[in-house]
């Protein structure tokens, strides 16, 4: 398995554009999460997704966000406009059906912002 | 918020000393999990260490776990250069009865000179 797809790996944009992340998270995983992490607040949970449905979307910190999942292998993460205050590492990580063990994520290589 | 925080922050040791990294929480929990991240990629699942044991081993990791005192230590026995990286413990953000949702606490960067 090629595990947790991110593209692109790294994004450099202006400030008021729009910018989409891409993840194909490893298949038969049925959770699929966003995080962000910066050196002032870490590794912070957006969204995540059951089946394709997202489950809780408190994290995420303005409506500048939205985030899709169409199918069991696709989700994107949207930022419209794009701040400075946006840039950022932003991973997506899946994982499979519930504990015992399926409590474990697995991480994509992150995708890294520059929002200039 | 964030439930978990790691002590030390840093640490820089020595090829072949052990690397103890401890993480304290808040509230009740089921699991905690170690991550590790070396530098630009993505975290890596370590070990999950159940609220009903209290020592885990997996290969040169030693993890323990008091909910007495809600903490946790993470042992890196014989460490190699290639151990550099930084450490999370996380854990379940309201103690495990939403599955998935982690809180991570801000790592310990362990640094291992060869």
């Known amino acids: 398995d090629a595990g947790v797809i991110q593209s692109p790996r790294h994004e450099v944009t202006e400030m008021g554009q729009e910018v989409t992340l891409r993840c194909k998270p490893i298949?038969?995983?049925?959770?699929l999460f966003w995080y962000r992490q910066t050196m002032m607040r870490g590794l912070e949970l957006l969204i995540y997704?059951?089946?394709?449905?997202?489950?809780?979307d408190s994290g995420m910190p303005e409506d500048r966000f939205s985030a899709k999942m169409p199918n069991a292998s696709f989700s994107t993460l949207k930022i419209q406009p794009s701040e400075p205050r946006d840039s950022a590492v932003y991973f997506c990580?899946?994982?499979?059906?519930?504990?015992?063990?399926?409590?474990?994520?697995?991480f994509g290589p992150g995708t890294r912002l520059l929002v200039l | 918020s964030q439930q978990g925080e790691e002590d030390p922050q840093a640490l820089s040791i020595q090829e072949g000393e052990n690397a103890t990294m401890n993480c304290s929480y808040k509230?009740?929990?089921?699991?905690l999990q170690w991550y590790r991240q070396n530098s630009g990629r993505g975290l890596v699942h370590l070990i999950l260490?159940?609220?009903?044991?209290r020592e885990k081993h997996s290969g040169r990791l030693r993890v323990t776990l008091d909910t007495s005192k809600k903490s946790s230590s993470l042992l890196i026995t014989a460490s190699r250069a290639a151990d550099t990286a930084s450490y999370f413990c996380?854990?379940?953000?309201?103690?495990?009865?939403?599955?998935?949702?982690?809180?991570f606490g801000q790592g310990t960067i362990l640094t291992v000179h060869p």
């Open positions: 298949s038969g995983h049925d959770y």
């Open positions: 990580a899946s994982s499979g059906v519930g504990p015992p063990g399926g409590e474990t994520q697995y």
């Open positions: 509230t009740s929990i089921n699991n």
């Open positions: 260490i159940r609220s009903n044991e």
């Open positions: 996380a854990t379940p953000l309201d103690g495990g009865t939403s599955y998935g949702k982690l809180t």
């Open positions: 997704f059951n089946n394709n449905v997202p489950i809780d």
